[in-house]
């Protein structure tokens, strides 16, 4: 069973640039949750999304947006970039719909977003 | 405000010996718990998880101890590996809910 596949693996903008990061969930999972990660920060939950719907939002401002489709892909926006945007932005997939045993949350390799 | 605590950057274990990695919490309505391990330029690996309804659970060398009076768990790693090195993160959800609170994670060093 394949895992979970984040493209693109590395991005670089400027700031005032939006991004978009896809996520795809392993096969049969319905939930969708991002997360920054950066080194002063540490690990940060972005938003969760069960079955196209925005379940959770983390403490974030409305610069990060989400969205997932019918066959539970997701994407993630983050517009105007600034400086400090600049993390590993980590997806994890989930059958849903909350945790349990053999009902974790397993994560993608990440994306590497660096703004100048 | 920081909820899951790792006041442990960092540990180094020998070889063949019991590594045990910290995790302390403020929030009691953490309800479900999780270790996950975690190599550079990776995401997370889920390692183990512990519901609030247990104070233990096992898999392979891997135990999670919950104290919840203390608010506090731990990961015990026995035997250790050389293959264990890697930074583990402590999380935490509440209502089991999937926006997990992580710890800033220990960087576990196994030495052969």
């Known amino acids: 069973k394949a895992g979970v596949t984040q493209t693109p693996r590395y991005l670089i903008k400027t700031r005032g640039q939006q991004v978009t990061l896809s996520c795809s969930p392993i096969s049969g999972h319905r939930s969708v949750s991002w997360y920054q990660q950066t080194p002063g920060q540490g690990l940060q939950f972005l938003f969760e999304y069960f079955s196209e719907t925005q379940r959770n939002k983390g403490n974030f401002p409305g610069r990060f947006s989400g969205r997932q489709f019918s066959n539970s892909r997701s994407e993630m926006n983050v517009s105007t970039l600034e400086l400090g945007d600049s993390a590993l932005y980590l997806c994890a997939s989930s059958l849903g719909p909350g945790l349990a045993e053999l009902n974790e949350q397993f994560f993608g390799p990440g994306t590497r977003l660096t703004v100048l | 405000d920081q909820q899951v605590k790792q006041n442990s950057p960092s540990l180094s274990v020998q070889e063949g010996r019991i590594s045990i990695l910290n995790c302390d919490y403020t929030n009691s309505m953490f309800d479900y718990f999780l270790w996950y391990k975690k190599y550079p330029a990776e995401g997370p690996t889920f390692l183990i998880s512990?519901?609030?309804?247990?104070d233990k659970n096992e898999d392979g060398r891997f135990t999670v101890f919950l104290n919840k009076s203390a608010k506090h768990l731990s990961l015990h790693i026995v035997p250790s590996q050389p293959g264990d090195s890697a930074v583990y993160f402590c999380?935490?959800?509440?209502?089991?809910?999937?926006?997990?609170?992580f710890g800033k994670g220990t960087s576990l060093l196994v030495t052969p």
């Open positions: 999380a935490a959800s509440v209502n089991s809910g999937y926006a997990l609170n």
């Open positions: 512990i519901s609030s309804i247990k």
